[in-house]
């Protein structure tokens, strides 16, 4: 899926970069370089913004029908019901309401081939197996709830994708707060989360107000919340609850309401009692989503490849004998064991025309890199 913006105004294009990567989604200031583009590469939806100079838009319209694109093109003028001249032409184009011209709202104007490429985009989880199209349905359907949502899956399954594209369904255009919870475990990571007041320890010469604070309004995401202590797993439980919390050396109670989104290694069912509290575990599970691991969705390994050697600049594939031997590992290590060896392979394939990869290529260690 490509979409195209012209604007004058750069905040109008930060609307769409935080949901679509830079391989769909360019952006232009003047009509030239947007139609010299066009003339390269037709995209699936033009977005033109009205802000521009007086007349514009009509001799952009003119110059579009004269290269006779396909494209569906949005004109996105001030108010509804405002009207632009606009000559007679046979371009697909809609007229929207600036206002309510949001990256949603790009998926109500393409056809279902580029609706459901864009969701790769969107989402960052990656594959057409029919396991990957239900998460990413499951993820989105999920998205805007006002509830607690807690993600499952081995290491390197794409959990923190998940959470940044929860996160940006529901706070577009904030900031998600997020902390491993691993740095929770003593004095420093309480005051870290909860906040302080200047003197409330020896070291405290100033007040810090907090990562609770900061989650205000947006979401906290809780990473490896399996290795969250107990005791402050006890501090959690009321915040969880009220929203309320009181910050180290402060009698005052503060509020922050925030979506939380939390991810394990590990079933959080089955560590009950021994490190998750059951009080604990109905707060942060309101809804739980799996992640697949790799070998559950061989199937999307080539469309895995393709993408990370794009990001990477990388203009050559994988040999046949390497794509099958990928395909027959187990992959331990998921998505991110497989762009380890794909990244690797890359660096070590020279100006040969295709990457090769063998069986020592997957091992985790294929060389002690200690030793000459």
């Avoid at 000559?87 to 309401?97: F, G, Q, R």
């Avoid at 707060?283 to 969705?297: A, F, K, Q, S």
């Avoid at 050697?309 to 794509?323: R, T, W």
Wanted: charged share 25%.
């Amino acid at each position: 899926m490509t979409l195209f913006i012209l604007s004058a105004d750069w905040r109008f294009k930060e609307r769409f970069k935080q949901h679509f990567s830079p391989a769909c989604l360019r952006g232009f200031t003047t009509i030239a370089r947007t139609v010299a583009a066009i003339e390269q590469q037709s995209p699936d939806l033009l977005i033109v913004d009205s802000r521009l100079k007086e007349g514009s838009h009509t001799l952009l319209l003119q110059q579009l029908e004269r290269l006779a694109i396909c494209s569906t093109i949005l004109l996105c003028v001030e108010e509804e019901g405002e009207t632009l001249p606009t000559p007679e032409t046979s371009l697909c184009l809609y007229v929207v309401p600036r206002s309510e011209m949001r990256a949603q709202k790009v998926f109500e104007y393409l056809d279902p081939c580029a609706r459901e490429a864009s969701t790769y985009e969107v989402c960052g989880l990656l594959g057409e197996s029919e396991m990957m199209v239900r998460l990413r349905k499951q993820l989105y359907e999920w998205g805007r709830a006002d509830c607690s949502i807690h993600l499952y899956g081995e290491t390197g399954t794409g959990k923190e994708l998940a959470a940044q594209y929860l996160h940006r369904l529901k706070y577009p255009y904030r900031t998600m707060v997020s902390i491993n919870c691993s740095l929770l475990c003593d004095a420093l990571g309480k005051s870290m989360f909860f906040g302080h007041t200047k003197g409330a320890f020896t070291d405290g010469t100033i007040e810090l107000s907090g990562l609770i604070k900061e989650a205000d309004g947006t979401t906290l995401f809780l990473d490896e919340i399996e290795n969250l202590a107990p005791h402050f797993q006890a501090y959690l439980l009321r915040l969880l609850e009220t929203g309320e919390y009181r910050r180290l050396g402060d009698t005052a109670i503060h509020t922050s309401q925030f979506r939380l989104i939390s991810a394990s290694n590990e079933r959080l069912d089955q560590m009950v009692g021994s490190v998750i509290r059951k009080d604990f575990l109905y707060r942060v599970c309101d809804v739980v989503i799996t992640l697949p691991p790799l070998r559950e969705h061989i199937s999307d390994i080539p469309t895995l490849i393709k993408s990370h050697l794009s990001s990477l600049g990388v203009h050559k594939g994988v040999d046949a004998s390497s794509l099958d031997l990928l395909m027959t590992y187990d992959w331990p290590g998921n998505v991110r064991e497989l762009f380890s060896v794909i990244r690797r392979a890359s660096l070590i394939s020279g100006d040969g025309p295709d990457i090769h990869i063998d069986e020592a290529d997957l091992l985790v260690a294929p060389h002690n890199p200690w030793t000459p």
